[in-house]
C-alpha cells in the first residue's frame, strides 16, 4: 500500500490511446499484407481467433490483447517493428528490417530462378 504522502508516479511522456494503438497495429497489418483477400484467415491461423476478430484488428475497429500481439509479433515483422517503435526502441525494429528484407530478397531470388 503506498501512503498518500511524498511524490507521485511520474506519468509517461506520450500517452497512448486504444484507438491509436489500434491503428498502428492495422496499418502494420495492412503493409504485412497488402491488398491480399486472404489476410483475415491468414491472422485466424497465426493467432486462433474469429474471422470476425481478425476483420477488427485490420480495420483498426479492435486492437490485440496481449497474448494475440505477441503471436502477431512471431510472425508478422511489420507487427514487429511497429510494436518497438511504439515502445520507442526504433535500434530493435531495425532487426525485423532486416527480416523482411532477406524474406523479399529470397522470394525475389526464387521467381529469378522460375524464370530463368
Given amino acids: 500500500m503506498f501512503s498518500k504522502k511524498g511524490n507521485s508516479f511520474p506519468v509517461g511522456r506520450d500517452t497512448l490511446t486504444d484507438t491509436e494503438f489500434?491503428?498502428?497495429?492495422?496499418?502494420?497489418l495492412k503493409v504485412e499484407f497488402g491488398s491480399a483477400r486472404n489476410s483475415a484467415k491468414i491472422?485466424?491461423?497465426?493467432?486462433?481467433?474469429?474471422?470476425?476478430?481478425?476483420?477488427?484488428?485490420?480495420?483498426?475497429?479492435?486492437?490485440?490483447?496481449?497474448?494475440?500481439l505477441i503471436l502477431l509479433?512471431?510472425?508478422?515483422?511489420?507487427?514487429?517493428?511497429?510494436?518497438m517503435l511504439l515502445a520507442e526502441r526504433p535500434e530493435m525494429s531495425l532487426g525485423a528490417?532486416?527480416?523482411?528484407?532477406?524474406?523479399l530478397l529470397t522470394e525475389t531470388?526464387?521467381?529469378?530462378?522460375?524464370v530463368i
Avoid: C, Y
Fill in 109 to 114: 531470388m526464387a521467381a529469378l530462378d522460375q
Fill in 22 to 28: 489500434a491503428q498502428v497495429i492495422s496499418s502494420a
Fill in 97 to 103: 528490417s532486416l527480416f523482411s528484407l532477406r524474406r
Fill in 73 to 83: 509479433a512471431r510472425e508478422s515483422n511489420a507487427v514487429l517493428k511497429a510494436m
Fill in 43 to 68: 491472422i485466424m491461423q497465426w493467432t486462433g481467433v474469429s474471422q470476425r476478430t481478425a476483420k477488427n484488428w485490420l480495420s483498426g475497429a479492435n486492437s490485440p490483447n496481449g497474448v494475440h
